[in-house]
């Protein structure tokens, strides 16, 4: 495996990186310190110039129209996207653009009309619903959420929980159970628009994200045509681990990110910040405390950039995306808290970002599935077919 960078991938990804803390940073030192998006004309201005660098869409694939970057190059530039106070949701900016719903790629051509294209364009927002309140961890046996065909329609009853953006989208993709006889092999994904009558928020639930937070969904007898199956019948659980599968590298690669940035805020600290007559740099214990990030970040580094190397070569990759998940939102989470440290009082104020990297880390652990869960997936990729 080769992965030393080529000249294209050195370009790329020095222009993100001076676009993040050029563009970027100067504008969230007016925002509130947990704002989670940019002001509509700061947005639409730093889209403009990401449209203009040809980066506008990093994921979408080049026959939708998009930059053609490959897997490997868009985890390196998501490390880099990342770098700033609100990093971990640096998507949320959404100044790069993107596919919002990979899976959509797979519609059909109605679908691609109705739906697809649409959002491509930014006119409609989606959101993900496969979490249920009866738990995420193994959505193939949780799913709870029912549909029965009825004529051209389907009939679904049930509910999500922990959904992103469901308020303020347009359409999202609901997996339900269409054959309960089938355990995974019953599972369909419905394509929903959110002005469905049957379609409900019930309630916003806040988390430890502060400004971002997720919403529970409740469907009572929501009718969704036959026409908005997305994929096959029962294909539903298919189209799920595809995309927790591969959004688990860049969410490994983001939290990357921030890792990095908190060591470049620590190392810089520790050279300037003076106690009892001497730089904290000239410390063994806070050297020791830096080395140990730096041996974090570079072990998680390579081990995403691993896994996005499988993905792009179209070799399994499952198994290393969880481990990149696993050793990435990890590795970060003590990074951080060592910055933190180092840092001492200023640390755990908002007049920097740790204190908010601090919350999203923690939530991280969970996130795509939890860190207990993705040592199951590498457990039985170990022990093969003898392990559940």
């Known amino acids: 495996m080769d992965l030393s960078l080529t000249d294209e991938q050195k370009l790329i990804v020095d222009q993100v990186r001076r676009f993040v803390r050029e563009e970027i940073v100067p504008l969230e030192d007016g925002l509130d310190p947990d704002a989670d998006s940019l002001p509509p004309e700061d947005h639409e201005r730093l889209a403009g110039r990401v449209a203009e660098m040809g980066l506008y869409g990093l994921d979408i694939p080049p026959e939708f129209g998009g930059p053609d970057v490959d897997i490997v190059t868009r985890t390196l530039l998501a490390i880099e996207m990342s770098q700033h106070r609100a990093g971990l949701y640096a998507p949320c900016y959404n100044v790069f653009g993107g596919a919002g719903l990979a899976q959509m790629f797979e519609a059909n051509d109605d679908q691609k009309q109705r739906f697809l294209f649409p959002m491509l364009r930014g006119e409609k927002k989606t959101f993900f619903g496969l979490t249920e309140p009866s738990g995420g961890s193994d959505p193939a046996r949780a799913i709870q959420t029912r549909a029965v065909r009825d004529g051209d329609d389907w009939v679904v009853n049930g509910a999500k929980m922990f959904i992103s953006g469901a308020d303020r989208a347009d359409f999202g993709l609901v997996f339900a159970r269409t054959d309960p006889t089938k355990g995974r092999a019953g599972v369909t994904c419905f394509i929903v628009e959110t002005d469905t009558p049957g379609f409900h928020v019930r309630r916003i639930v806040h988390t430890l994200r502060a400004a971002r937070y997720a919403t ?3 469907f009572e ?3 969704v045509p036959h026409a908005n199956v997305l994929g096959e ?3 539903g659980f298919a189209i799920a681990n595809d995309r927790v599968s591969r959004q688990r590298i860049p969410y490994a690669a983001t939290c990357i990110g921030v890792a990095v940035k908190a060591q470049e805020l620590a190392v810089e600290y520790a050279g ?10 000239h410390r063994q214990g806070i050297q020791w405390m830096v080395v ?4 974090d970040i570079r072990q998680a580094l390579w081990i995403t950039l691993a896994a996005a190397d499988k993905a792009r070569r179209g070799e399994p990759f499952r198994t290393d995306s969880a481990l990149a998940k696993i050793v990435a939102t990890e590795a970060s989470g003590r990074v951080v808290d060592r910055a ?3 840092h001492g009082g200023y640390g755990v104020t908002k007049d920097l970002p740790f204190e908010r990297w601090y919350r999203e880390m923690r939530i991280r652990r969970i996130g795509e599935g939890p860190n207990e ?3 199951h997936i590498v457990a039985r990729d170990l022990f093969g077919s003898s392990l559940r």
Not at 272 to 281: P, S
Not at 292 to 295: L, R, W
């Open 272 to 281: 300037i910040r003076e106690t009892f007559g001497d730089k904290l740099a």
């Open 292 to 295: 140990e990030n730096e041996i």
């Open 233 to 235: 019948v029962n294909g």
């Open 340 to 342: 933190m440290q180092i």
């Open 216 to 218: 529970e969904l409740q």
């Open 373 to 375: 869960v993705q040592r």
């Open 221 to 223: 007898d929501m009718r």
